[in-house]
């Protein structure tokens, strides 16, 4: 879209699904908050896209406004750590660099979500039976991948 403006050294931070709480597609607060922690450490300030009804996640901003808004917030951002979400797409559909945190335990006959994520070649999925199952090791890993590519 016309008139965004890259703000350097952000993330959007979107891991809350519709389910939350108890979703296993969202990830627990505990990990957003290791999440939040690495990426301060690197220097990064956090805008947290999430529903007004979910908690706001410590040392983000948090984004409040129209889905509209928080989508455009989105694509100003290096890049996006999120769950299986509406979020996921709309970075997809601009080719916006983003962590996807994904969760095959809803429809656990398939065993992968391979066949839901949207296709964008600057995304890289991880999946587990729930979202919160992913290793926080392996998170890092593909945020420190996201920052070389986005540096």
Known sequence: PKNIVKEPKTVALHLFSSKWP??????NIQKQNFIVNYLRKKGYKIYQISGPDQPH???TTFVKGTYFE???KVLTTDFL???DSGMAWVAAAYKHPMVGLYSWGYN???GTTKNWQPVNENAVFIEDFSANNIQISEIFKHI???IK???
């Open 22 to 27: 108890g979703g296993i597609r969202s990830v």
């Open 57 to 59: 996640i410590k040392n």
């Open 70 to 72: 928080s989508c455009m």
């Open 81 to 83: 750590i999120t769950c």
């Open 108 to 110: 656990p006959q398939v």
């Open 144 to 146: 420190n991948t996201k």
């Open 149 to 151: 590519e986005t540096s």
